[in-house]
């Protein structure tokens, strides 16, 4: 190196060029060597797989620990929100499916032996099969559609068998009217509105 200014130091005193130049010193505010466990909110977690991809990310990019911190805390507010946000929408859904049901002009008057006998066609399913599928019905509810509700009945009118009816009164027609004594004749009881 010449005798240039670049050569000497601010004190005017030539700079040794065969040292190492001294070592950049580290940040002090900058990424650990690994993070610690992210704190969240009771119940919350944060899926691993995710935090195994943003942790590569978090160091790359010199997030401290609080930094990454308040990612995480962003990343848990939005997932949050959207679930309660998509529930509120599925929520709505099966309300608005439940209302169509109600006004259904067939269903919605006697829906209560609706109920009933769809009920009843699902005893014919093997127990095990009936609670998972009636299990996934309440989880997508699905159950809760118009159409699958209407299906399910239809489906229910050919499998059920019919039940057994209830009697009225004895025909007053066979009967003795009120004062007499006597028991009609034969023919009066065949035919009690014919005059005798």
Same mark, same amino acid.
């Given at each position: 190196?010449?005798?240039?200014?670049?050569?000497?130091?601010?004190?005017?005193? /030539?700079?040794?060029?065969?040292?190492?130049?001294?070592?950049?010193?580290?940040?002090? &505010?900058?990424?650990?060597?690994?993070?610690?466990?992210?704190?969240?909110?009771?119940?919350?977690?944060?899926?691993?797989?995710?935090?195994?991809?943003?942790?590569? *990310?978090?160091? %790359? $990019? &010199?997030?401290?620990?609080?930094?990454?911190?308040? *990612?995480?805390?962003?990343?848990?507010? +939005?997932?949050?929100?959207?679930?309660?946000? *998509?529930?509120?929408?599925?929520? %709505?859904?099966?309300?608005?499916?439940?209302?169509?049901?109600?006004?259904?002009?067939? /269903?919605?008057?006697? $829906?209560? #032996?609706? +109920?009933?006998? +769809?009920? !009843?066609?699902?005893?014919? +399913?093997?127990?095990?099969? !009936?609670?998972?599928?009636? #299990?996934?019905?309440?989880?997508?509810?699905? =159950?809760?559609?118009?159409? /699958?509700?209407?299906?399910?009945?239809?489906?229910?009118?050919?499998?059920?068998?019919?039940?057994?009816?209830?009697? =009225?009164?004895?025909?007053?027609? =066979?009967?003795?009217?009120? =004062?007499?004594?006597?028991?009609?004749? $034969?023919?009066?009881?065949?035919?009690? &509105? *014919?005059?005798?």
């Amino acid at each position: 190196m010449p005798n240039t200014p670049e050569a000497r130091t601010e004190t005017g005193e /030539i700079k040794d060029v065969s040292a190492p130049p001294p070592a950049e010193p580290k940040p002090v &505010n900058g990424a650990p060597e690994t993070y610690a466990d992210f704190k969240l909110p009771q119940g919350a977690e944060l899926d691993k797989e995710t935090l195994g991809k943003a942790s590569p *990310l978090f160091k %790359e $990019l &010199n997030l401290t620990q609080d930094q990454a911190q308040k *990612l995480v805390d962003f990343y848990n507010d +939005i997932n949050t929100s959207a679930k309660e946000k *998509l529930s509120a929408v599925v929520t %709505e859904m099966r309300t608005e499916w439940r209302n169509q049901v109600k006004a259904d002009k067939d /269903i919605g008057p006697k $829906l209560d #032996s609706v +109920i009933t006998e +769809i009920g !009843r066609a699902k005893s014919h +399913i093997p127990a095990e099969v !009936r609670t998972a599928f009636e #299990s996934a019905l309440d989880v997508t509810g699905a =159950g809760d559609h118009p159409a /699958i509700v209407r299906g399910f009945y239809e489906l229910a009118k050919l499998v059920n068998e019919g039940t057994h009816v209830v009697g =009225g009164k004895p025909s007053p027609e =066979g009967q003795s009217k009120s =004062g007499t004594v006597a028991p009609p004749s $034969l023919a009066g009881a065949m035919y009690p &509105n *014919l005059p005798h």
